[in-house]
């Protein structure tokens, strides 16, 4: 996993940093899923959201720590994406009978369509590099694109 | 002590690897041999051999859904711990207590 593979998923204008907590996952999606949208990453909002909620259904998505992966499969996914969203503050985020306090949160966009694996096995990437204290530390302090493709970037 | 795992989940994507990962991480801490195999969107990765099998310590399995070949694991059921990915993501020293 090179760094040249993080960045191809990772994208300026799917980054959102400090911006003020969400009042609940409904909003967070909401927004994300905005920010996707106008990325062209996704065709439609409206679908995407659905396939998020899809998701949230079979089980939760906070895997504790702060960190939240809503993640959306769908053929409105055009180009894979992470949207990363770090929040000034944590905030409930309820998902499949658990809840958890968040502030960063990684939402995948996963074409529904998925003929090389190539995107899956960034995104599997990506997720394992969230297991690791440094990683999630400099995220934590990330002000920039740029602090989010370093953190990335550091792997063992 | 030799620990090796199997995981995956619901959509093979996120938390399959991360399981995977906390495994590795929570093994490497206290200095012990690991080898995970993933069964993700990505299919088998990492499989584990019957001689990794036999010779493991401890069996971790991290799974929600089925796994595949399942049959290698006959026979050593004294050794396997089962827990859900998401479980030993939020705390992968779970894997260690009795």
């Given amino acids: 996993m090179d760094e040249i593979d993080v960045k191809s ?4 204008k799917t980054t959102v940093l400090n911006v003020p907590p969400f009042a609940n996952k409904d909003e ?3 927004r994300l899923s905005t920010v996707l949208f106008d990325a062209g990453c996704i065709t439609s909002k409206e679908k995407y959201l659905e396939s998020l909620n899809f998701r949230e259904n079979e089980g939760p998505t906070c895997m504790g720590g702060g960190i939240a992966i809503p993640h959306g499969k769908c053929v409105e996914v055009i180009k894979p994406a992470v949207c990363v969203c770090k929040t000034t503050d944590k905030f409930k985020y309820e998902s499949f009978q658990e809840s958890d306090d968040v502030d960063l949160i990684f939402m995948l966009a996963i074409p529904g369509s998925d003929n090389t694996n190539m995107h899956i096995k960034m995104l ?17 302090n990330a002000n920039t694109f740029a602090d989010v493709l370093d953190a990335f970037s550091n792997n063992d | 002590m030799f620990v090796v795992g ?21 093994c490497k801490s206290k200095g012990y041999e690991v080898k995970v195999e993933t069964q993700g969107a990505l299919g ?20 929600d859904v089925g ?22 993501i939020k705390n992968p020293d779970c894997i260690f207590e009795k």
């Fill in chain 2, 44 to 63: 088998i990765e990492n499989e584990l051999t019957m001689d990794e099998i036999k010779r493991a310590d401890l069996i971790v399995f991290a799974n």
């Fill in chain 2, 67 to 88: 796994l595949t070949k399942a049959s290698r694991f006959d026979g050593f059921k004294d050794k396997i711990r089962e827990f859900g990915p998401h479980a030993v």
């Fill in chain 1, 9 to 12: 998923v990772l994208n300026e």
């Fill in chain 2, 6 to 26: 199997v995981t995956s989940c619901a959509f093979g994507v996120a938390h399959t690897y991360m399981a995977a990962e906390a495994i590795q991480k929570a």
């Fill in chain 1, 124 to 140: 599997a990437a990506l997720a394992r590099m969230l297991v690791h204290e440094d990683v999630v530390k400099k995220l934590r």
């Fill in chain 1, 28 to 30: 967070l999606f909401d």
